[in-house]
């Protein structure tokens, strides 16, 4: 398993960029396809983007697509969600999770390790 910290979340008004931030720690960190998801109260968690650490090609829901962006940095073991044109039924928390499945995947029962969440706000 590998051990995961989300960052960057906060408050933004509808319309404003927000950029989140996965740390990944272990040495097994490279094998693993990342994605982001979110969850609101009372709602079922929701596949938001992934991306294969090895080059594979990144994938996201239709509702974020045009909108949000992933991305890694592996000299820093990092992935990243850059999120533009916000709104507010982007309001969750959101989650990083990384998944040993061989193949691209954006079932959250294929994911075996999470972060802690970071909350993001956006106000009408």
């Known amino acids: 398993q590998v051990q995961l910290v989300e960052s960057g979340g906060g408050l933004v008004q509808a319309g404003g960029s927000l950029r989140l931030s996965c740390a990944a720690s272990g040495r097994t960190f490279s094998r693993y396809t990342m994605g982001w998801f979110r969850q609101a109260p009372g709602k079922e968690r929701e596949f938001v983007a992934g991306?294969?650490?090895?080059?594979?090609?990144?994938y996201y829901a239709e509702s974020v697509k045009g909108r949000f962006t992933i991305s890694r940095d592996n000299a820093k073991n990092t992935v990243y969600l850059q999120m533009n044109s916000l709104k507010p039924e982007d309001t969750a928390v959101y989650y990083c999770?990384?998944?040993?499945?061989?193949?691209?995947?954006?079932?959250?029962?294929?994911?075996?390790?999470w972060g802690q969440g970071t909350q993001v706000t956006v106000s009408s």
């Open positions: 999770a990384g998944s040993l499945s061989l193949v691209p995947t954006q079932s959250a029962p294929d994911f075996g390790s």
């Open positions: 991306i294969r650490w090895l080059g594979g090609p990144t």
